[in-house]
């Protein structure tokens, strides 16, 4: 990484990025201390802060542009944010499940909200990172949430840190797992519901020292190809149609947490980098398949 790269600096532990219709960008910080969504000039050399909610992660524009966050503690839940800075708390659980660690949100092919819950509540997930333990139980969930009636079904259970989601060019929905260090794809139907969960890519560089590895926030471009944030390894690994992967994109820390393709014709991706606190655009030479609208 070079100057050149930065775009922004100075988050707080940032996530979540959308690119916004006036040019600006949408973001999270999820640091105690800030904790916050907020909004990034067009040319980086500025920020606001809209609201905040505790320790927000990841984040979607529906088509009348509302935000809606994955509030990952404070409580976990599902909040709709307006760019004036009202908020509110829309969902706590889903099929009777409570939240544990909502991260990540995507729209479907049928207009829905899909979102990874990783599974496991963050304190205590912490602690037991830092004492080393291996063994603490996570039970990540995918969920498919209907805005109109604000209901919620899951999908999947049993992933090892749920992380991000992205629908690809074939419209299937691909998930990371971050213990795995896998990309997983599931076969959509029309109706919402997936087909079995497949393993499509190793995201993880195995001859490198592991600990906390894996992939994290996924963008696709027009190409098909996956523009994976693998958190720990300092990278976004770029992997084709068939599952391989073509390139590893090295930033400017080791914990990079999300990926967003800029303005329509810049053939950039830019990508949130928690450990250095910055947005660092790189040219990719492609740009990103459209998002999905809400219905």
């Not at 100057?3 to 219709?21: A, Q």
């Not at 201390?33 to 524009?61: F, L």
């Not at 999300?258 to 910055?278: E, L, M, Q, R």
Request: a negative charge.
């Amino acid at each position: 990484m070079n100057s050149d790269s930065i775009f922004h600096t100075g988050l707080g532990d940032p996530e979540g990025p959308v690119l916004l219709p006036t040019g600006e960008w949408g973001l999270v910080e999820m640091t105690p201390e800030t904790g916050c969504v907020s909004v990034v000039s067009p040319d980086g050399g500025s920020r606001r802060v809209i609201v905040k909610t505790g320790r927000p992660n990841g984040m979607a524009q529906d088509s009348s542009g509302s935000l809606w966050v994955a509030e990952s503690m404070n409580p976990p839940s599902l909040l709709k944010v307006e760019l004036d800075g009202r908020n509110e708390v829309m969902m706590t659980e889903g099929d009777g499940i409570e939240f544990m660690f909502p991260n990540d949100l995507a729209f479907g092919p049928d207009g829905v909200l899909y979102m990874t819950d990783s599974g496991v509540h963050r304190g205590p997930f912490v602690k037991a990172c830092e004492e080393g333990r291996t063994d603490f139980p996570i039970d990540g969930k995918l969920f498919r949430i209907d805005l109109e009636d604000m209901t919620a079904s899951v999908l999947d259970d049993g992933l090892q840190f749920a992380n991000g989601l992205a629908f690809g060019v074939d419209r299937a929905l691909y998930v990371t797992a971050t213990i795995t260090g896998m990309l997983y794809r599931y076969e959509w139907n029309d109706d919402g519901t997936l087909g079995s969960r497949e393993d499509f890519a190793d995201l993880v560089d195995r001859s490198q020292p592991l600990g906390f590895t894996g992939g994290d926030g996924i963008a696709v471009g027009e190409n098909g190809y996956f523009y994976c944030a693998v958190v720990g390894q300092g990278d976004v690994t770029v992997v084709d149609t068939d599952g391989y992967i073509v390139e590893r994109i090295n930033v400017g820390g080791d914990q990079p947490t999300n990926v967003a393709f800029g303005p329509k014709g810049s053939g950039d991706i830019y990508v949130t980098v928690k450990d250095a606190g910055t947005v660092e655009r790189y040219h990719v030479g492609v740009d990103g398949l459209a998002l999905l609208p809400s219905k």
